[in-house]
Every structure is written in C-alpha cells, then in structure tokens.
T-cell receptor, first 112, second 116 residues
Framework: RKEVEQDPGPFNVPEGATVAFNCTYSNSASQSFFWYRQDCRKEPKLLMSVYSSGNEDGRFTAQLNRASQYISLLIRDSKLSDSATYLCVVHILTGGGNKLTFGTGTQLKVEL | NAGVMQNPRHLVRRRGQEARLRCSPMKGHSHVYWYRQLPEEGLKFMVYLQKENIIDESGMPKERFSAEFPKEGPSILRIQQVVRGDSAAYFC??????????????FGPGTRLTVL
C-alpha cells in the first residue's frame, strides 16, 4: 500500500465549478499535512498547510480527519489558472528525519 | 531574496558517465533535501542534509548515488555511471532551522537529467 494515495484524475471541470480532491495516508504517526501544486515540468509550490480544525485560503479549503487518515482539498469557483497537478503531502517527524512523502498527484484541468 | 537555485536546469549524459547536480538553498536556510521525480510518478525523498552532515539518506539508492553539503558552497548530488533509469527530474528543497516543528520546504526549479 502506498504511504499517500490520491486519485490521479484527470478531473476536467468547467470554469466556475467546485471540485474536491481526496487523499489518504497510511502512517498514523504523520504529523504535518500539506497541499502542494505542481505545474507541468515545474517545481512543487506550497498551496496550503492542512490543520485538524480545517482551514481556508480564499477559494481553497483544506480538511484533515486524523481518525480516518484522510485529507481533502476543495476548490470553489475554479479558474483556468487552477489547472495543475495537486499533490497531497505528509510529513513524519522521526529521530533524524525531516522528509516529506508525496502522493502521485491529482491532475485538474479547468476548461472554458 | 533569491529562492532555491539549482543548476544545471537540464543535463544530458551518456550511459556510464557521471552527473553532478548542484543546489544552493535559500539565504538563511541550513537544511537541504533532494527528491527525485521519475516520469509520470510522484516525488520521492532521497536525502536530507545539514551543513557537513547527512541526516537521513534512507531514500538514496545504495550504489552510485552520493550527496554532500559542504561548509562552503552548494549541495551536490552525484550520480556515478549513470544508467537510463536515472533519467528523471531531481528537485532540491531547503528549509530554515526548525522552530516549533515548522517544516515548510521550498523547492528549486529542478534539474532534468536525461541519460542517452
């Protein structure tokens, strides 16, 4: 089983639509959670951190359910510029380690 | 404030040659991480370094790969005797001294290695 699992998509949605991505992680010791965005052939960029209480940043809302080991990202009023691959990322703090574990990403295509 | 810098951006090598990838972290950052992204796959952690120390190399292949982060200069990821399967995008990330468990990592633009 992969440490972080995501539906690869692609999700093809019209401009203005609301779209939701889900992610599950397998290691219950995971401590920090993030959504990154990766545009084609470019570096990942931090979109937002994810907190248990849920957090919102403009059109983006992230939720974390530790009991179910489940993370979600909701994008409202989709824009063409939202087209990208969205990476679910988990951080596990170990004695010497500080590594991020990435899902394979969910591809979003926003169309006119 | 310049971001994480990587060079070269593109590197072509023939099988059996050596590849050297360089990463300069953001100013004030003392932690460097290397990740590899194979075609159509997610990023995979390779190694975590602080100045002059390898902290976690659990993701590094056992042979041909090595990394360093000297006291002066950039971090180097070195791949000896490259094979076609090494063709990938190699991303470097950096973070500041960890405070209160904050672990935001900032990524460089990557080096795309092609092995002919």
């Amino acid at each position: 089983r992969k440490e972080v699992e995501q539906d690869p998509g692609p999700f093809n949605v019209p401009e203005g639509a609301t779209v939701a991505f889900n992610c599950t992680y397998s290691n219950s010791a995971s401590q920090s959670f993030f959504w990154y965005r990766q545009d084609c052939r470019k570096e990942p960029k931090l979109l937002m951190s994810v907190y248990s209480s849920g957090n919102e940043d403009g059109r983006f809302t992230a939720q974390l359910n530790r009991a179910s080991q489940y993370i979600s990202l909701l994008i409202r009023d989709s824009k063409l510029s939202d087209s990208a691959t969205y990476l679910c990322v988990v951080h596990i703090l170990t004695g010497g380690g500080n590594k991020l574990t990435f899902g394979t990403g969910t591809q979003l295509k926003v169309e006119l | 404030n310049a971001g994480v810098m990587q060079n070269p951006r593109h590197l072509v090598r023939r099988r059996g040659q050596e590849a050297r990838l360089r990463c300069s972290p953001m100013k004030g950052h003392s932690h460097v991480y290397w990740y590899r992204q194979l075609p159509e796959e997610g990023l995979k952690f390779m190694v975590y370094l602080q100045k002059e120390n390898i902290i976690d190399e659990s993701g590094m292949p056992k042979e041909r790969f090595s990394a360093e982060f000297p006291k002066e200069g950039p971090s180097i990821l070195r791949i000896q005797q490259v094979v076609r399967g090494d063709s990938a995008a190699y991303f470097c990330a950096s973070s500041p001294e960890r405070q209160g468990g904050t672990d935001t990592q900032y990524f460089g633009p990557g080096t795309r290695l092609t092995v002919l």
